[in-house]
């Protein structure tokens, strides 16, 4: 498992601030749910934890590692580690489901094909997706295409899952389905995670269930306490953090960005 810890990072592009001396934990096995309006900072924290941008002062971990100062080639064993589900899928067009979902498998080289392919199955299978395997992307509705994205980021095992709005226009049926499966991945398999969202609904329920395995099955209950719960909440104003705490707090609190935000 692997903790996320920010410390006092700065970042600007050009003379526009974007994260103001910002530090942040992510204990292992634990949710960060991050709110905030455009322009927060909520993506550059993703594409920080990814390596993809470097601060401008300040340090990044992923463990017990300091990642903001690493060579490109020092970065991809930590980003094997790491499940990132993009905004809207993001899938590659040109690729069937099944070459989508292989792709870091193929790009690792460590496999053969017919390992490959009970790998990608058996992951499809778990978002329900097998009989999707041969499919191209246009086939499929925005919500398989989030299970897809899903599916492709779990490839490996990541200790790491990186959310960017999974829920985003989904019908309420189908961001249920999204949010069971980062429930499982939180409470049975213990992963470390960071949902970037505006979709409370579904911010909401991850926060108030817990997902619990009996037997052959997963149950998702609902959570008397909500300070036992593994998620909680960050709300970002420009760049800074406005708040910190448990979904309870949250809607408690009087500031008026945040009832303006909730509203």
Do not use: W
Not at 28 to 52: A, D, P, Q, Y
Not at 230 to 258: D, H, V, Y
Request: with cysteine; net charge negative; glycine share 8%.
């Amino acid at each position: 498992m692997s903790s996320i810890r920010f410390v006092r990072v700065n970042k600007s592009y050009r003379d526009t601030i974007v994260l103001r001396d910002f530090s942040m934990l992510v204990e292992s096995g634990e949710m960060k749910v991050i709110l905030g309006g455009s322009g927060s900072g909520k993506s550059t924290i993703l594409k920080m934890i990814l390596g993809l941008i470097r601060p401008d002062s300040g340090e990044v971990y992923i463990g017990d590692q300091e990642i903001s100062k690493l060579r490109e080639e020092d970065l991809m064993p930590l980003r094997a580690r790491i499940g990132m589900v993009f905004q809207e899928g993001a899938l590659f067009d040109s690729m069937t489901v099944g070459e989508n979902v292989s792709f870091r498998l193929r790009e690792q080289r460590m496999l053969g094909e017919e390992e490959i392919r009970e790998t990608v199955l058996r992951t499809l299978g778990f978002v329900g997706l097998e009989q999707a395997v041969d499919k191209m992307p246009s086939e499929l509705s925005g919500g398989m295409k989030r299970r897809v994205a899903i599916a492709r980021a779990l490839v490996g095992d990541p200790q790491i899952m990186l959310y960017d709005e999974p829920t985003a226009g989904l019908d309420p049926i189908t961001s249920r389905t999204i949010c069971e499966l980062m429930m499982y991945l939180r409470d049975i398999k213990h992963v470390t995670s960071i949902f970037v969202t505006h979709d409370l609904n579904a911010a909401h329920a991850i926060a108030a269930e817990t997902a619990i395995q009996e037997g052959e099955q997963i149950v998702f209950r609902t959570q008397e306490d909500s300070n036992s719960s593994k998620t909680r909440f960050l709300m970002l104003e420009n760049g800074t953090i406005l708040f910190e705490g448990t979904e309870k707090e949250l809607r408690a609190s009087q500031n008026p960005f945040i009832r303006e935000f909730l509203d």
